[in-house]
């Protein structure tokens, strides 16, 4: 981790030799975008209410309107893709493979039949086993919950995918945005970006 820069008093800058203030000017500047890029690398390593909220920012930085879910948890996420459309995202607090009797399938279920209309998709965030690198994790879902969901037409996204979309807008938002498109029209299962 990085340690906090040494200011020194108020009156040190004009003390300081030229160029001083431009390089401090840079290092802050630096400094801030590698503290709010690190608030999307929870997407990696989180779980619980903290996942919840980087799975917010970072819709919210896809620019898409987030709003509360109505009568859910914190760990619960609306968002508004258009006048009609949404995704109601619930964000799992479980660390290891979520098996069909999870409280996570009981509340994708909920969110289906009390709060999902026609235009909405049921979304369940996961980022299982996230002391270990994404690429080496085991499989999110045992297969009796894949089933279930399937049937239920809701989506599987892991945390590390939608790390990839929102690394992939800082190039080209529009594209990103399209991957969140395409997560809508999904109709049940696991996520990728193929």
């Given at each position: ?114 709060l999902a209309n026609d235009d909405d998709r049921i979304v369940l965030v996961a980022n299982t086993d996230a002391a270990t690198r994404p690429a080496d ?22 945390a590390p995918t939608l790390f990839a979309v929102w690394t992939l807008s800082l190039q080209d938002r529009d594209r990103a945005r399209s991957w969140i ?14």
């Amino acid at each position: 981790m990085m340690k906090a820069l040494e200011l020194g008093p108020d009156w040190l800058a004009a003390e300081m030799p030229p160029g001083y203030n431009t390089r401090m000017l840079e290092i802050q500047r630096l400094s801030e975008e590698l503290r709010t890029m690190g608030q999307f690398g929870r997407l990696l390593w989180t779980t619980g209410d903290e996942l919840a909220d980087a799975v917010r920012e970072a819709f919210v930085a896809l620019k898409f309107d987030i709003a509360s879910t109505p009568a859910s948890p914190a760990s619960s996420v609306t968002v508004n893709l258009d006048g009609r459309r949404r995704l109601l995202l619930h964000v799992s607090k479980s660390k290891g493979a979520i098996e069909r009797k999870s409280p996570d399938l009981a509340h994708v279920f909920q969110m289906l039949h009390e709060l999902a209309n026609d235009d909405d998709r049921i979304v369940l965030v996961a980022n299982t086993d996230a002391a270990t690198r994404p690429a080496d994790r085991g499989s999110p879902v045992d297969d009796d919950a894949m089933k279930l969901l399937r049937r239920l037409g809701a989506n599987l996204l892991l945390a590390p995918t939608l790390f990839a979309v929102w690394t992939l807008s800082l190039q080209d938002r529009d594209r990103a945005r399209s991957w969140i498109e395409r997560l809508h029209a999904q109709d049940g299962g696991p996520f990728e970006l193929r």
